[in-house]
């Protein structure tokens, strides 16, 4: 079995392989979007905590 064979996987490589990209990319949008959420949370919180210091 040489790669190109591998990666052909008996005709069904582009489903196969696409399926490991698409699940790939998703697993890495979900992250971005955590990191992205867990931002501005901690800037919610440090808003909310200045605000209360104010009074």
Do not use: C, P
Request: charged content about 15%.
């Amino acid at each position: 079995m040489n790669w190109a064979e591998f990666f052909a996987m008996n005709g069904y490589g582009f489903y196969v392989w696409g399926s490991y990209g698409v699940a790939l990319a998703v697993i890495a949008i979900e992250i971005i979007a955590v990191r992205h959420r867990r931002t501005l949370a901690l800037r919610q919180l440090k808003l909310m905590n200045d605000s209360g210091d104010a009074q």
